[in-house]
């Protein structure tokens, strides 16, 4: 603790990401990347953009980029915001709708750095407490707030909420805005994004680092009426002119128009994450639905905490929370079937040792 | 105006960079843009990092980076902090280090990013006026404070402040933090890297955007003692774990590594800038002295608001401030020879037109 710190630094509590060792190498099925490497158009891209130009500023509005996005979902151009990765988006979402003085709400089981983004910006929150099968209590989220964050297909948990639902907190919290992160949404849910011509407070977040193989190039995207995207522009240009360097903007445009690529990516992961919850099954474990790139895992008899450890001895790295109410499960992403195929050998021995 | 805002997004009034006008070809003076290319081994670097590791989220920390830059300083990896351009540097500094209930100072005539930075976070802040040379009025922050910001070579003003002054302030304010803004500190200015081994309330901030021809890739840094730096990744890592993409970062090491080629381009723009300077007084214009890569001149009977007009009619795009104090100024930033002989050449005939 520094005398140089302001409040708000000495109190935070920063969120901790997933673990990128360099000790040696892993198969890394702990922050949910993609085992695809990026359309062969984006690495192209990003060679011919290798040159002179980058002395120069990038578009602060990343135009060409918004208008590929706004044309890809049948969007208008003023629809679309882009930033830094979707962290970057939400955070500036929260500074840019929620007020210090009201209340949010979003689950108690859901991505870590939501109760992070309310303590740097002083906002309260209250926490929606999952039902026991890790559905979404959407009754909660109808009382009053001043906002509301739920992501779909929930994560860890990799659950989805269905439209309807979904369309009821949208109608309840009219003068709300309600924030869908849909970081995982390409892998088998439906997007909420057809709502958006209907519902003004509706606000949609999507990225390219999951189903578009590009965590290493950072962007993120926020879908929603103009008002909403307004706010966003006017937050943003408040923080950072230009969030999105010209590499990434050139990348991502290739990243979106691929779509063939795109779908045979994820149609790949999809196959790969059913085939691996029939093992797992097999194996002796509970598996919650998955709509995600990632599933979230118990055994009837091995602990989670241990069960985390020795596949980290065994070279395989997933994800353990120390959490009340999920500290017996993993989170574990979908990797190639090579990559699955090696956690299932080290899962199996694991299993077998701890029954002896 | 929109119900959906947040109070603070209803009365912040963002920050407005200079125009990127895509209607046709200008000599673009406007923003401070190196007119020399990155070094051939950054762009090499980035044609290289075009591949399969990009569907892999980047390093957080961006420890080859931090390294590489605190060898080249000569300082500890732990003095270092990286952000996605001085700008975002510079907002996750005012969250870190100020607090709302206290009052910071900075420059009357300055950034003009800095008030707003302030606004979005609800910081106080008093303006220390410049004197009538557009000299830094040293004593104004020898008063209470919650800490203080200063540019040097002051931005849009070039000119610059000596050490001895800087020590003052630092040792009266040895509670509270003093951001030294050092993006134009290599076209002549000292930096006060060396004050950081005494002064733990010192940080630094500089720029790849200027000197080393990125500002295409969004790349800024902090320096000072372990505690600032502490206190600054608490804030990032509170808003956006990975603000670094794997290309900017890899392009960063490659254009802190290539000494020679950054000296070279520093050293041509210094030529070109007292050239101009020379050129410009011949045509009865005032020159602030510079120490940066731009210039903050004014004419003895041309208004600056017409020549920025007739300027930009004539393919040439500067900055006028229409502000206070300085709206009979322009600010112009140093191209290459060709770019500010043109420059010469149509403010010869607006002089000249003018004169009739």
Same mark, same amino acid.
């Given at each position: 603790?520094?005398?140089?710190?302001?409040?708000?630094?000495?109190?935070?509590?920063?969120?901790?990401? #997933? %673990?990128?060792?360099?000790?040696?190498?892993?198969?890394?099925?702990?922050?949910?990347?993609?085992?695809?490497?990026?359309?062969?158009?984006?690495?192209?891209?990003?060679?011919?953009?290798?040159?002179?130009?980058?002395?120069?500023?990038?578009?602060?509005?990343?135009?060409?980029?918004?208008?590929?996005?706004?044309?890809?979902?049948?969007?208008?151009?003023?629809? !679309?915001?882009? #930033?830094?990765?979707?962290?970057?988006?939400?955070?500036?979402?929260?500074?840019?709708?929620?007020? +210090?003085?009201?209340?949010?709400?979003?689950? =108690?089981?859901? @991505?870590?750095?939501?109760?992070?983004?309310?303590?740097?910006?002083?906002?309260?929150?209250?926490?929606?407490?999952?039902?026991?099968?890790?559905?979404?209590?959407?009754?909660?989220?109808?009382?009053?707030? /001043?906002?509301?964050?739920?992501?779909?297909?929930?994560?860890?948990?990799? &659950?989805?909420?269905?439209?309807?639902?979904?369309?009821?907190?949208?109608?309840?919290?009219?003068?709300?805005?309600?924030?869908?992160?849909?970081?995982?949404? =390409?892998? /088998?849910?439906?997007? !909420?994004?057809?709502?958006?011509? $209907? @519902?003004?407070?509706?606000?949609?977040?999507?990225?390219?680092?999951?189903?578009?193989?590009?965590?290493?190039?950072?962007?993120?995207?926020?879908? /929603?009426? %103009?008002?909403?995207?307004? #706010?966003?522009?006017?937050?943003?240009?408040?923080?950072?002119?230009?969030?999105? $360097?010209?590499?990434?903007?050139?990348?991502?445009?290739?990243?979106?128009?691929?779509?063939?690529?795109?779908?045979?990516?994820?149609?790949?992961?999809?196959? +790969?994450?059913?085939?691996?919850?029939?093992?797992?099954? !097999?194996? /002796?474990?509970?598996?919650?639905?998955? &709509?995600?790139?990632?599933?979230?895992?118990?055994?009837? +008899?091995?602990?989670?905490?241990?069960?985390?450890?020795?596949?980290?001895?065994?070279?395989?790295?997933?994800?353990?929370?120390?959490?009340?109410?999920?500290?017996?499960?993993?989170?574990?992403?979908? #990797?190639?079937?090579? %990559?699955?195929?090696?956690?299932?050998?080290? !899962?199996?021995?694991?299993?077998?040792?701890?029954?002896?």
């Amino acid at each position: 603790m520094s005398k140089y710190w302001s409040e708000i630094t000495k109190s935070i509590e920063p969120y901790v990401c #997933g %673990e990128q060792p360099k000790d040696k190498k892993y198969v890394k099925l702990n922050t949910n990347e993609n085992p695809y490497p990026p359309s062969p158009k984006v690495l192209e891209a990003i060679r011919n953009a290798a040159n002179a130009d980058l002395r120069l500023y990038p578009d602060p509005n990343c135009d060409e980029l918004s208008e590929t996005i706004a044309k890809y979902y049948n969007l208008d151009r003023n629809q !679309v915001f882009i #930033g830094n990765g979707s962290d970057e988006v939400l955070a500036l979402s929260f500074l840019a709708f929620f007020n +210090t003085n009201e209340t949010i709400i979003f689950p =108690d089981i859901s @991505y870590s750095f939501y109760p992070v983004y309310a303590d740097l910006y002083n906002i309260n929150y209250r926490l929606a407490k999952l039902e026991e099968d890790y559905s979404i209590p959407v009754g909660d989220f109808m009382t009053e707030n /001043g906002g509301i964050v739920i992501p779909n297909p929930n994560a860890p948990t990799a &659950k989805c909420l269905d439209i309807a639902s979904i369309k009821k907190i949208l109608d309840y919290n009219s003068n709300k805005v309600v924030i869908i992160d849909e970081a995982y949404i =390409d892998f /088998g849910g439906t997007s !909420v994004l057809s709502l958006i011509k $209907d @519902y003004s407070n509706l606000l949609v977040i999507q990225t390219l680092s999951k189903s578009r193989s590009l965590a290493g190039i950072r962007l993120g995207f926020a879908l /929603g009426q %103009e008002e909403l995207i307004d #706010g966003l522009n006017r937050i943003k240009n408040s923080f950072n002119s230009y969030t999105i $360097d010209r590499v990434a903007a050139i990348a991502a445009v290739e990243a979106i128009k691929d779509e063939e690529y795109f779908k045979e990516c994820v149609s790949k992961i999809i196959n +790969t994450r059913e085939k691996v919850i029939e093992k797992l099954m !097999v194996l /002796g474990f509970n598996v919650v639905p998955s &709509k995600a790139n990632f599933i979230f895992v118990s055994h009837s +008899t091995c602990s989670a905490k241990e069960l985390f450890t020795k596949l980290r001895e065994k070279g395989v790295l997933v994800r353990f929370f120390n959490k009340d109410r999920i500290n017996n499960y993993l989170r574990i992403s979908i #990797g190639s079937d090579e %990559e699955m195929d090696f956690f299932i050998e080290k !899962v199996k021995e694991i299993v077998d040792e701890l029954k002896d």
